[in-house]
């Protein structure tokens, strides 16, 4: 099993609503990513989880707070959001980091992000 | 900074046809190389991984291979398929444990 699952698959929100997106991976992955991606552009790194600490965050917005709470389950918080974050969001999971014995990475199939 | 580059950004063929894509990093200090496919709206598929000390990898009628000397990767698709269409993204990884530096991507259109 190779799968990371993303729910929801679409979402549409105003601008003071408070939502989640979750993701769950069953491969014993350590290491969990966010991403966010605009049409036409490659991925760009939010935050990674290391054995569900926080390792990097890429100076993202204090409105997107991620969440680990357990090795499986990946969420983003999401509250006060702008239509410029209107966005996929691609969450992935690699068993450890990339580097490390050259492990591939895994993505999610996305949450497409409406913000009105 | 690490700098990814795909050529071309698009790509048109008739079904049948082998074809190369091209992607080229500035700083050759790599620790691998992935090549992912995305289909419209959907996530990342991974298709092949180099690491550093090789030279090529295969899977079916992909064929990807890394000079990283030179900074570059190709990857070969071989008789390709209407269902081959779709952006085909390079990324190499290095400095860091868990980041990726991404190419733009190539749309490859096949054509029945």
């Known amino acids: 099993d190779t799968e990371v699952t993303q729910t929801p698959k679409h979402l549409v929100m105003g601008m003071t609503n408070k939502k989640s997106l979750k993701c769950e991976q069953h491969m014993g992955h350590r290491a969990m990513y966010w991403y966010k991606q605009k049409a036409k552009k490659p991925p760009e790194l939010m935050f990674v989880?290391?054995?569900?600490?926080?390792?990097i965050n890429e100076s993202v917005p204090s409105r997107f707070s991620p969440e680990c709470p357990n090795s499986s389950l990946l969420n983003l918080h999401l509250h006060a959001l702008q239509p410029e974050d209107s966005a996929l969001y691609l969450c992935?999971?690699?068993?450890?980091?990339?580097?490390?014995?050259?492990?591939?990475?895994?993505f999610g199939e996305g949450s497409w992000l409406t913000v009105v | 900074k690490q700098e990814v580059t795909q050529i071309p950004a698009a790509l048109s063929v008739p079904e049948g046809e082998n074809l190369v894509l091209n992607c080229s990093f500035t700083d050759s200090a790599i620790y691998n190389l992935q090549w992912f496919r995305q289909d419209p709206g959907k996530g990342l598929t991974s298709l092949l991984l180099i690491q550093s000390s090789q030279r090529e990898q295969t899977s079916g009628r992909l064929n990807a291979s890394l000079d990283k000397s030179s900074g570059r990767s190709t990857l070969y698709i071989a008789a390709s398929q209407p269902g081959d269409s779709a952006t085909y993204l390079c990324a190499v990884s290095g400095g860091s444990n868990y980041k990726l530096t991404f190419g733009k991507g190539t749309l490859l259109t096949v054509n029945p």
């Open positions: 989880y290391s054995y569900e600490k926080l390792s």
């Open positions: 992935a999971s690699s068993r450890q980091g990339i580097v490390l014995s050259g492990n591939t990475i895994y």
